[in-house]
């Protein structure tokens, strides 16, 4: 018969193999706590790597041996991707169970920052030729180390899906999340390129009209995504509950709307925009992390519980 494995506080189901024990080995939840171990441990490293040493000029290369910048570089590359598939591992094995019926999913402010912060570095790593920032890969990985560890200790609820809507508005959640970090990333690195154009230094990376319509797509994406998801929990979630959730996503989805509106109308740029894309972020941001944070954190219990 199948029996329950205990690990972490994590409930698996693990097939009765007899002798066979080995089989724990392949259990979601050791894979999980060791991708869990691997993608902290190469983020942190990847926080911390040196930065790549500057090359001595040619008419010294007699004298001074040339430094090779390049393995230090591509090094710490190389651990934000091990860090990165580690934490899809980590994702994908904690956050559903697929061997239930219905459906389960665990929720948690840790799982969603982990989540988000998962899908901000894919979108880093395939702009990083332009978006090459020594900063930025710093605080990156040191987000990500952290996100990683927080869902790890702060893994929220199990809950069964009552509705066939539930995983694709989870989903669609997520994917917000992810397209609004996208958003504040681009837009970070179009604050820098502003200050570097009023101090009338050379540009860097990608060009500030360029990375000004990056972000404006990512809004854009991020909006439709959000508005979506709101739908489909209007669908699913009878009767609908105006909880601090639901007002908190409605106010950021206005937000939102309101800068999307005054960019197409009013021509809203740089910092206006700016500033209302950090306004809706953190609204959106409570709505959620916010939320759970002080559900299972400072209360100790599971939301909508008494």
């Given at each position: 018969m199948p029996w329950v494995l205990q690990i972490e506080g994590r409930a698996h189901r693990?097939?009765?193999s007899g002798p066979y024990t080995v089989w724990m080995i392949l259990s979601p939840a050791t894979l999980f706590s060791s991708a869990t171990l691997v993608a902290a441990g190469a983020y942190v490293l990847a926080a911390l790597w040196p930065r790549p040493a500057t090359p001595v000029p040619d008419d010294r290369a007699d004298v001074v041996p040339q430094v090779h910048q390049a393995p230090k570089a591509?090094?710490?590359?190389?651990?934000?991707?091990?860090?990165?598939?580690?934490?899809?591992?980590?994702?994908?094995?904690?956050?559903?169970?697929w061997q239930h019926q219905p459906l389960l999913a665990r929720f948690g402010f840790g799982p969603a920052l982990s989540v988000t912060t998962w899908l901000v570095l894919g979108v880093y790593a395939l702009e990083r030729l332009?978006?090459?920032?020594?900063?930025?890969?710093r605080t990156l990985a040191a987000i990500a180390a952290g996100s990683v560890m927080l869902a790890a200790a702060f893994p929220g609820q199990v809950h069964p899906t009552q509705h066939a809507l539930a995983p694709i508005h989870w989903l669609?959640?997520?994917?917000?999340y992810g397209l609004f970090g996208a958003a504040l990333l681009h837009a970070a690195f179009l604050t820098l390129a502003e200050r570097r154009m009023k101090?009338?230094?050379?540009?860097?990376?990608?060009?500030?009209?360029?990375?000004?319509?990056?972000t404006l797509k990512f809004v854009w994406a991020g909006f439709v995504v959000l508005s979506a998801t709101l739908v489909l929990g209007?669908?699913?979630?009878?009767?609908?509950?105006?909880?601090?959730?639901?007002?908190?996503?409605?106010l950021s989805w206005l937000v939102f709307a309101t800068l999307?509106?005054?960019?197409?109308?009013?021509?809203?740029?740089?910092?206006?925009?700016?500033?209302?894309?950090?306004?809706g972020s953190a609204l959106l941001l409570l709505a959620y992390v916010g939320s759970r944070f002080v559900f299972e954190v400072l209360l100790h219990r599971a939301p909508g519980s008494h």
């Open positions: 693990v097939a009765d591509d090094a710490a590359w190389w651990l934000l991707a091990l860090g990165w598939l580690a934490q899809a591992v980590a994702i994908a094995t904690d956050g559903l169970d332009q978006l090459d920032s020594l900063v930025a890969r669609l959640g997520l994917a917000s101090r009338r230094l050379p540009p860097a990376g990608i060009p500030l009209l360029r990375l000004e319509s990056l209007y669908l699913f979630a009878q009767p609908w509950r105006w909880d601090h959730k639901s007002v908190l996503s409605v999307l509106a005054g960019r197409h109308w009013m021509g809203w740029r740089g910092r206006t925009a700016v500033n209302w894309l950090y306004a």
